[in-house]
């Protein structure tokens, strides 16, 4: 009997030159491409194949191309006689989660990212900022240290010694030095392009406040667990209210996994390019995580059994 699934996708961060190369689809590849390409006004094709990688890391380039990848990867490993119980992404992963299941379709989807990216990067370069990576400390050892710090968050709740902070470059420059302090075995920053899912993001988030009201959310097919809201669900204004939270929320991913294991999930597939997650998955005891991408089709078949 095959072990319960769930799907999960990566976010800003998983982009790499040639992350459109392994995509099994490649027709419906080059017809999302051409789509996010118009509504970009990007050479996104050229730049999944060819980089430059500071071009391929802008938010405006990452976020559609990542979309494209999570959720055709998605489709292959479903049309591979996998069905997941349950789906989520991380951050950015999560429209491509919305798209498998069927809330949202793939060119509403598409155009929400776009305009997502649009919005998030022309705050970010407004405002300024950046993030860093916090290693070997809990989430509320570091909350202790940055909640009493001006101009940082913590943004990503990605697993036991794994926690993100978000931030002006002030901020994070003295956070570095104060969570070093308190014990943190190191604290790595990031290159992103901006203070992701903290409150400096607010002016893209009330701006992409606008746009989700006025888009059509459907019942999920596979409930999706969210970054501010990690209790599975089906429920269309649920989803959506959840998702107008997340560009200046933390992004919850510990207790999206804590819900998983509470839904009697075993294996985690991630789709999309890399295995970031798998990674933090390996973290958890009772969850084992297989990348479609890196590990293969008949590898994440014969891991689930």
Request: proline fraction near 5%.
């Given at each position: 009997?095959?072990?319960?699934?769930?799907?999960?996708?990566?976010?800003?961060?998983?982009q790499?030159?040639?992350?459109?190369?392994?995509?099994?689809?490649?027709?419906?590849?080059?017809?999302?491409?051409?789509?996010?390409?118009?509504?970009?006004?990007?050479?996104?094709?050229?730049?999944?194949?060819?980089?430059?990688?500071?071009?391929?890391?802008?938010?405006?380039?990452?976020?559609?191309?990542?979309?494209?990848?999570?959720?055709?990867?998605?489709?292959?490993?479903?049309?591979?006689?996998?069905?997941?119980?349950?789906?989520?992404?991380?951050?950015?992963?999560?429209?491509?989660?919305?798209?498998?299941?069927?809330?949202?379709?793939?060119?509403?989807?598409?155009?929400?990212?776009?305009?997502?990216?649009?919005?998030?990067?022309?705050?970010?370069?407004?405002?300024?900022?950046?993030?860093?990576?916090?290693?070997?400390m809990?989430?509320?050892?570091?909350?202790?240290?940055?909640?009493?710090?001006?101009?940082?968050?913590?943004?990503?709740?990605?697993?036991?010694?794994?926690?993100?902070?978000?931030?002006?470059?002030?901020?994070?420059?003295?956070?570095?030095?104060?969570?070093?302090?308190?014990?943190?075995?190191?604290?790595?920053?990031?290159?992103?392009?901006?203070?992701?899912?903290?409150?400096?993001?607010?002016?893209?988030?009330?701006?992409?406040?606008?746009?989700?009201?006025?888009?059509?959310?459907?019942?999920?097919?596979v409930p999706?667990?969210?970054?501010?809201?990690?209790?599975?669900?089906?429920?269309?204004?649920?989803?959506?209210?959840?998702?107008?939270?997340?560009?200046?929320?933390?992004?919850g991913?510990?207790?999206?996994?804590?819900a998983?294991?509470?839904?009697?999930?075993?294996?985690?597939?991630?789709?999309?390019?890399?295995?970031?997650?798998?990674?933090?998955?390996?973290?958890?005891?009772?969850?084992?995580?297989?990348?479609?991408?890196?590990?293969?089709l008949?590898?994440?078949?014969?891991?689930?059994?």
């Open positions: 009997m095959a072990r319960p699934v769930a799907f999960v996708f990566p976010g800003q961060g998983s790499r030159i040639g992350m459109l190369d392994r995509v099994p689809d490649a027709a419906a590849a080059r017809a999302l491409v051409a789509d996010a390409e118009d509504c970009s006004g990007l050479p996104l094709g050229r730049l999944a194949a060819e980089g430059p990688v500071d071009r391929l890391t802008d938010t405006r380039a990452a976020q559609p191309l990542l979309f494209i990848a999570d959720l055709l990867w998605a489709r292959a490993v479903s049309q591979h006689g996998i069905d997941p119980v349950v789906v989520a992404g991380h951050s950015l992963g999560e429209y491509a989660a919305l798209a498998f299941s069927d809330v949202l379709d793939d060119l509403e989807a598409l155009s929400l990212v776009c305009e997502r990216s649009r919005l998030m990067a022309d705050v970010a370069e407004a405002v300024g900022g950046t993030m860093a990576a916090v290693l070997g809990d989430v509320d050892a570091t909350h202790a240290v940055v909640d009493g710090l001006d101009g940082v968050w913590v943004a990503n709740e990605n697993g036991p010694g794994q926690v993100v902070i978000s931030g002006t470059h002030a901020g994070i420059e003295h956070a570095i030095g104060a969570l070093s302090a308190a014990g943190a075995r190191r604290v790595v920053p990031l290159e992103v392009a901006g203070p992701f899912h903290s409150p400096l993001m607010a002016p893209a988030a009330e701006a992409f406040g606008h746009t989700l009201a006025r888009t059509t959310f459907r019942q999920a097919l999706v667990s969210q970054n501010t809201g990690a209790t599975p669900t089906d429920d269309a204004d649920l989803i959506r209210g959840r998702l107008a939270a997340q560009i200046v929320s933390p992004v991913w510990t207790a999206i996994l804590e998983f294991a509470t839904k009697g999930v075993e294996v985690l597939v991630e789709c999309g390019p890399g295995s970031v997650l798998t990674g933090i998955t390996r973290r958890y005891e009772g969850l084992e995580g297989v990348s479609a991408d890196t590990d293969g008949d590898r994440v078949s014969e891991v689930i059994g």
